[in-house]
């Protein structure tokens, strides 16, 4: 009998591997940041969500550390039992302040904060309208929840519309939109402008997952409800603070006050899963501090010369790179084996990048996803450049 098991675990493993789609894991030997140790190698990363450079900033980890010091590792227990900390408090004061809404509530991860959030607040009255590229964790809340599902191709606003009327059509109650602010694998901006018209034509709500986009993203990093100058109407906003706002963990929504007060009382990950560990908090808290300052406005502008420089040095290289003005910039190599040859040799050359294929991105779209930060130099952002150059004309000198 558990041979059996075994022996399918087995096979699923090897057809991964046959078909040239195992994710090998890199191990890192540093702190993350635009400079990192591998194999004993110093090379550059270019693959990090780690806009702002916070993620290995000394102040943020002093923060975490100190917390840790004066509180202790963790909580051990759930919110409502015994482990609700004043830094909890002041974390969802934080994060509520920074993005403009009346209160938020912390998750695990922005992955339990998307699977919580939708099962609480709809039923089997109300519809979910997705975009067909929205986030796994999205996927799974929708899944888990009651509410009768919808979904439109990618950024198509006609689609939309059309799943509107027909939810309409179809006598729901309430309707929320679910969408990504920034889709990953593209880093095309969500269209909110057009997606809020439409919810107020059909009488309909907005959640965004802005995971790539807080922080960094709009006026004072407000996210892409700011870029887009459709702050105040985002229903729902769910976020991290594993990438931009200092890479440790933790997610959370950001809503009106009773609805965060329904999720506290109903939201399975948080009721159920231990609170945020002290350092967690004392680590996203200085990076809200940072991103708010006028420190923050530099890193920023920073951030934003990077991804410029280097989609323009990309793109008088000749390569193939998805448009678009966020510091995810994905270099299109078609191939899976390409992506993959061509990363692993970037390696060699001191630059890690990581290369995406099926089922990650669609088949015959490999690419290798690069990500600027502010903590890249100008002269790291042209290695990179010089790199993938070198690399690619190496290989098509070989085909
Ligand atoms: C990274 C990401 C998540 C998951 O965030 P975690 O806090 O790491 O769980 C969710 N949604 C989107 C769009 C993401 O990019």
Request: hydrophobic share 45%; charged share 25%.
């Amino acid at each position: 009998m558990s041979d059996d098991f075994y022996n399918r675990v087995r096979t699923t493993l090897d057809e991964i591997e046959a078909g040239g789609l195992t994710k090998p894991e890199r191990v890192i030997a540093s702190r993350q940041g635009a400079e990192i140790m591998v194999n004993g190698k110093a090379v550059l990363n270019f693959c990090a969500n780690n806009y702002l450079g916070l993620g290995g900033d000394a102040r943020v980890s002093e923060a975490a550390a100190k917390a840790a010091r004066d509180f202790g590792a963790g909580m051990a227990s759930v919110r409502f039992i015994c482990g609700t900390h004043t830094l909890h408090k002041e974390l969802e004061a934080a994060i509520a302040g920074y993005l403009g809404y009346e209160d938020a509530i912390l998750f695990p991860a922005a992955f339990d904060a998307n699977g919580g959030l939708f099962e609480p607040l709809l039923d089997e009255k109300d519809a979910i309208i997705s975009d067909s590229l929205n986030h796994a964790s999205i996927i799974d809340g929708v899944r888990l929840c009651k509410a009768k599902r919808y979904r439109f191709s990618n950024g198509d606003m006609t689609a939309l519309e059309d799943n509107l009327k027909q939810a309409r059509a179809d006598g729901v109650r309430s309707i929320v939109i679910a969408t990504d602010g920034v889709f990953s694998m593209d880093g095309h901006i969500a269209d909110l402008g057009a997606i809020t018209v439409l919810a107020d034509k059909y009488d309909a709500m907005v959640m965004v997952d802005d995971c790539h986009a807080t922080g960094f993203l709009g006026p004072q990093g407000r996210g892409s409800a700011a870029f887009r100058a459709v702050e105040g109407r985002i229903d729902f906003l769910s976020g991290t603070f594993g990438k931009a706002l200092g890479g440790a963990m933790g997610g959370f929504v950001c809503a009106k006050k009773e609805v965060v007060a329904l999720l506290r009382q109903r939201a399975r990950p948080y009721l159920f899963s231990n609170a945020l560990a002290p350092s967690v908090c004392g680590a996203a808290l200085e990076a809200i501090r940072i991103a708010q300052s006028a420190e923050g406005d530099t890193l920023r502008a920073k951030l934003i010369d990077n991804a410029a420089r280097f989609r323009a040095g990309m793109t008088a290289a000749k390569f193939d790179l998805v448009p678009g003005e966020h510091p995810i910039v994905p270099v299109m190599l078609g191939e899976a084996r390409l992506a993959q040859t061509m990363a692993a040799q970037l390696l060699d050359e001191g630059i890690y990048v990581i290369g995406f294929s099926f089922p990650v991105v669609p088949k015959g779209l490999a690419r290798i996803r690069t990500q600027l930060s502010a903590g890249h130099s100008v002269e790291q952002v042209d290695r990179a450049v010089a790199a993938f150059t070198k690399v690619r004309d190496r290989l098509e000198n070989t085909k």
